[in-house]
T-cell receptor
Framework: NAGVTQTPKFQVLKTGQSMTLQCAQD?????MSWYRQDPGMGLRLIHY???????DQGEVPNGYNVSRSTTEDFPLRLLSAAPSQTSVYFC??????????????FGPGTRLTVL | TQLLEQSPQFLSIQEGENLTVYCNSS?????LQWYRQEPGEGPVLLVT?????EVKKLKRLTFQFGDARKDSSLHITAAQPGDTGLYLC???????????FGAGTILRVKS
């Protein structure tokens, strides 16, 4: 199993450009989420999904869109990139809810710089 | 303001020393997890604690969940250079899947 994969690993954008960060998992997990990690702030939840066709906002959703058409894929779209979106983005997946022992499996991250 | 306050933010110690990292909140969590992250990689789960007062051991690492389920600590005995990394605590506000992360503690163990 590849686990959680993310592409690209690095990306540089200009202000106003749009792009999609890809995330895929092969563990048949129902729950997937996107976080951003900034120095001194830990990981903050952007959007999450509890299953195909269902998404919801996290702590910092503004400027980002998500969709979940399949169990495996959960892309994150930046609509109009801003320098404040410079960050490292992590995708994570876990088995469906129902137990407090759920382990989140993280991808390797995408380092995004917005100029 | 972080919902989960981690301290210290940075720790640099010599090999063989002991250390403790703290994770505190005014909120009650259904569970609390500790993750370790290495540069260029995503966090990896170390442990989940669920019951107030629970203590779990993972080799030289001891994790404790506070009686009121508002705080937790990670104690490392005889630290080794391989323990170097970013340690993150994360609390589950709802039934397991939505996590709130602390800002992290950067640990460097010098040989």
């Amino acid at each position: 199993n590849a686990g959680v994969t993310q592409t690209p690993k690095f990306q540089v954008l200009k202000t106003g450009q749009s792009m999609t960060l890809q995330c895929a998992q092969d563990m048949n997990h129902e729950y997937m989420s996107w976080y951003r990690q900034d120095p001194g702030m830990g990981l903050r939840l952007i959007h999450y999904s509890v299953g195909a066709g269902i998404t919801d906002q996290g702590e910092v959703p503004n400027g980002y869109n998500v969709s979940r058409s399949t169990t495996e894929d959960f892309p994150l779209r930046l609509l109009s990139a801003a320098p404040s979106q410079t960050s490292v983005y992590f995708c994570a997946s876990s088995q469906d809810g129902g137990t407090v022992y759920n382990e989140q499996f993280f991808g390797p991250g995408t380092r995004l710089t917005v100029l | 303001t972080q919902l989960l306050e981690q301290s210290p933010q940075f720790l640099s110690i010599q090999e063989g020393e002991n250390l403790t990292v703290y994770c505190n909140s005014s909120s009650v969590f259904s569970s609390l997890q500790w993750y370790r992250q290495e540069p260029g990689e995503g966090p990896v789960l170390l442990v989940t604690v669920v019951t107030g007062g629970e203590v779990k051991k993972l080799k030289r690492l001891t994790f404790q969940f506070g009686d009121a389920r508002k705080d937790s600590s990670l104690h490392i005995t005889a630290a080794q250079p391989g323990d170097t990394g970013l340690y993150l605590c994360a609390g589950a506000m709802e039934y397991g899947n939505k996590l709130v992360f602390g800002a992290g503690t950067i640990l460097r163990v010098k040989s």
